[in-house]
Nanobody, 114 residues
Framework: VQLQASGGGLVQAGGSLRLSCAAS????????MGWYRQTPGKQRELVAT???????NYADSVKGRFTISRDNAKNTVYLQMDSLKPEDTAVYYC?????????WGQGTQVTVSS
């Protein structure tokens, strides 16, 4: 299984970005996809997850600003990030969890300038 993330970049505070992550390979249809982020010197933290059935979960810090969605036919997860803040600056990673297996994509840098 491979995960390919895209969509990061530089944006001003208050702006928006949309991240995408496409999974390829042999993927069991019942799974959880999500986004995590990490800044230097800190542990990777949950941003949002979504099950194959559409149940979502968000970190308190992004509720009301970020929206996670997925296209099961394309095995792709999206993260729409609105009202971005400088503290959202991080490397964002997508993750796929299938039964007891976990796969990570390469990170994509999101930088929010004040």
């Amino acid at each position: 299984v491979q995960l390919q993330a895209s969509g990061g970049g530089l944006v001003q505070a208050g702006g928006s970005l949309r991240l995408s992550c496409a999974a390829s390979g042999s993927i069991f249809r019942v799974n959880v996809m999500g986004w995590y982020r990490q800044t230097p010197g800190k542990q990777r933290e949950l941003v949002a997850t979504i099950t194959s059935g559409g149940t979502t979960n968000y970190a308190d810090s992004v509720k009301g600003r970020f929206t996670i969605s997925r296209d099961n036919a394309k095995n792709t997860v999206y993260l729409q990030m609105d009202s971005l803040k400088p503290e959202d600056t991080a490397v964002y990673y997508c993750r796929l969890s299938v039964t007891r297996y976990t796969f990570w994509g390469q990170g994509t840098q999101v930088t929010v300038s004040s």
